[in-house]
């Protein structure tokens, strides 16, 4: 059993080993379900690829081979590492 603390603002914090159980990072998000007794169920908010899928695609944008991305990648971190 882990415990944690209520803060003024409402805020709690979820003890390492939970968290390291649950597998969250930072940014993750967390659902809490209340159950009839009172009781809060935590789980993790894993995106399905539904949630993610086609996010980046904007219509009339002209797709970018590997190759390019690679190439302008590169030329920045030359720039910026010289």
């Known amino acids: 059993m882990a415990l944690a603390t209520l803060t003024t ?14 597998k969250l990072h930072t940014g993750d998000k967390i659902e809490i379900i209340v159950t009839d007794n009172r009781e809060a169920i935590i789980r993790p908010v894993s995106k399905s690829i539904d ?8 219509l009339g944008r002209k797709s970018v081979s590997l190759e390019a991305i690679n190439d302008v990648i590169r030329n920045r971190m030359n720039d910026k590492y010289k």
Do not use: M, S
């Open 9 to 22: 603002k409402g805020q709690v914090t979820i003890p390492k080993k939970i968290r390291e159980l649950l």
């Open 51 to 58: 949630d993610v899928f086609c996010k980046l695609h904007k």
